[in-house]
């Protein structure tokens, strides 16, 4: 007697598929979010947070200043006219122009001398971020990940340097130097502003290598190099970071108190903290000298503070 074969009327129900066979599937859903990692996460979490937002937009525009002040005026910071606008009141219904903001004691326009002025304090603020980062973490990372007597050698040389006052330090190195030019200037902040990225790094190193991948990557032979740049430093790198935008500001505010003092740039470099000290001359009678590149020094390095606390907050998960 031949076999019969009996279909099964199966009625499925929303979100199910039926197979040829009339065997219901259960639809599962979705799929699941794929995991974001901590630097995803991170950019999430800074998008939203208006304090990155403003300060990213103020760090934007002072870069493209400093990159560009053709675009933000026509005048040169270094045209002088003492018989027409020697001390001249800011015009304040001239927006852009060159007597928006006044003239100076040489009869300098001050706006021109404050656009321009961005170029140089930017440029030794992320040049000395860039050298100490890269000073530092070396240095950190050898005596976290080796330990031993090189540990003890290099944490005895942060030390040393970290007793050295910061700003007294810089004033003795640059006050050796005739020409005080923005490498010099960068040389020097640089050569005493390592010390703390250094420790954060060795703290970081010491924590990581004893993670798994870290000894799984020693027992298949990996090298020291290959450890430290593969496995080590992507992993070290957020406090670092933290730490160096952090200080970036820092370090503009000590390029225009050095100018200030007059051992900074020198006196043919135009700089804001130049114009705060040879402001302080006409404090009485043109309060304006001396309030306006004060002003600006105020606004870079709190933009570069507010966008360092946004990316600490972003990267510490403790402060989640």
Do not use: C
Request: net charge positive.
């Amino acid at each position: 007697m031949p076999d019969k074969t009996v279909e099964k009327k199966v009625e499925a129900l929303p979100g199910d598929t039926v197979s040829t066979a009339g065997v219901v599937v259960t639809d599962a859903g979705p799929a699941p979010e794929k995991a974001r990692s901590l630097w995803s996460d991170a950019w999430h979490d800074l998008r939203r947070n208006p304090l990155f937002v403003i300060s990213g937009v103020l760090i934007v525009f002072l870069l493209v200043m400093a990159v560009w002040p053709g675009l933000f005026t026509s005048a040169s910071p270094r045209d002088a006219d003492l018989a027409k606008h020697y001390l001249g009141k800011p015009n304040w219904g001239h927006l852009f122009a060159p007597d928006w903001l006044g003239y100076d004691v040489q009869g300098r326009s001050i706006y021109a001398r404050v656009v321009y002025g961005t170029r140089a304090s930017i440029s030794v603020g992320v040049g000395v971020t860039v050298a100490v980062t890269i000073i530092g973490t070396v240095i950190g990372m050898i005596a976290g990940y080796f330990g031993g007597w090189t540990d003890t050698l290099l944490s005895r040389l942060t030390d040393i340097f970290l007793g050295i006052p910061f700003l007294l330090g810089a004033l003795v190195v640059l006050n050796s130097f005739d020409d005080r030019t923005v490498p010099v200037v960068i040389m020097a902040l640089a050569f005493l502003g390592w010390t703390q990225i250094a420790r954060v790094a060795r703290g970081a190193v010491i924590t990581i290598k004893q993670s798994d991948y870290v000894v799984a990557a020693k027992a298949l032979g990996a090298s020291t190099s290959r450890i430290l740049i593969r496995h080590i430093l992507p992993n070290a790198l957020a406090p670092i970071i933290v730490v160096a935008t952090i200080a970036l500001g820092g370090y503009i505010a000590a390029e225009a108190t050095l100018s200030f003092l007059g051992v900074g740039l020198g006196d043919t470099a135009v700089s804001w903290g130049g114009d705060v000290a040879r402001g302080r001359e006409q404090l009485r009678i043109a309060p304006h000298t001396l309030i306006i590149p004060s002003v600006m020094v105020s606004i870079t390095v709190l933009s570069f503070l507010m966008f360092g606390d946004a990316v600490r907050n972003a990267l510490d998960p403790k402060l989640r």
